[in-house]
């Protein structure tokens, strides 16, 4: 069974920056269109960006310009560089498949931006 593993939250202040990790146990990842989500608590979890395998990416519109997603396929990883961090942004981040049939959600990964 493919698992999810998320890592990189943390407590940030407003402004400040995290880069999140999602290790992937896929034997086909190269070839899967990634996503980062995130719940923040009483909401409905969203998909905040998504990179295909060949590279391209797509950002909501609340975190374009701040967040960079990346994958590395040898590592089986994908990123999530944040930037100018606001309170708004603070929920459990999750990846997952971009599309389609997902895997099991991971544990995900507690981001929690206050001053």
């Known amino acids: 069974q493919v698992q999810l593993v998320e890592s990189g939250g943390g407590l940030v202040q407003p402004g400040g920056s995290l880069r999140l990790s999602c290790v992937v146990s896929a034997n086909l990842f190269s070839i899967d269109a990634m996503a980062w989500y995130r719940q923040a608590p009483g909401k409905q979890r969203e998909l905040l960006a998504h990179?295909?395998?060949?590279?391209?990416?797509y950002y909501t519109d609340s975190v374009k310009g701040r967040f960079t997603i990346s994958r590395d396929n040898a590592k089986k990883t994908v990123y999530l560089q944040m930037n100018s961090l606001k309170p708004e942004d603070t929920a459990v981040y999750y990846c997952n498949k971009a599309s389609g049939s997902l895997y099991p959600w991971g544990q995900g990964t507690q981001v929690t931006v206050s001053s």
């Open positions: 990179i295909s395998s060949g590279g391209g990416t």
